[in-house]
Nanobody, 127 residues
Framework: QLQLVESGGGLVQPGGSLRLSCAAS????????IGWFRQAPGKEREGVAC????????KYTESVKGRFTVSRDNARDTAYLQMNSLEPEDTAVYYC????????????????????WGQGAQVTVSS
């Protein structure tokens, strides 16, 4: 069974950067699209970015375009979310998730379709 572990969260000042990692074990990450989601207190889980199995499709939610970059290294079974120009509104628990879909596909609007989830990483943007 695929297991995912996030790392790289923390406290950062507005305008700062963080990189989240999502390490997979138990199965090759190459068989899965990866989605990054976040959930702030009192809010619903929101799709942030997704990347298809071989990076042919990448999507971002509007609020992070130009600031966040999603990537993956299938040889290392790891996906990444580089977050730059962070804003207080980005404060949330960030989750990576894996979706066993055909090549070239990824989606952000239906988190329930994702098969495996990491435990989450807290990102706090505050001065």
């Amino acid at each position: 069974q695929l297991q995912l572990v996030e790392s790289g969260g923390g406290l950062v000042q507005p305008g700062g950067s963080l990189r989240l990692s999502c390490a997979a074990s138990g199965f090759s990450l190459a068989y899965y699209a990866i989605g990054w989601f976040r959930q702030a207190p009192g809010k619903e889980r929101e799709g942030v970015a997704c990347i298809s199995r071989y990076q042919s499709s990448i999507k971002y939610t509007e609020s992070v375009k130009g600031r966040f970059t999603v990537s993956r290294d299938n040889a290392r079974d790891t996906a990444y979310l580089q977050m730059n120009s962070l804003e207080p509104e980005d404060t949330a628990v960030y989750y990576c998730a894996a979706d066993a879909v055909p090549k070239g596909l990824c989606q952000l609007w239906a988190p329930r379709e994702y098969d495996s989830w990491g435990q989450g990483a807290q990102v706090t943007v505050s001065s």
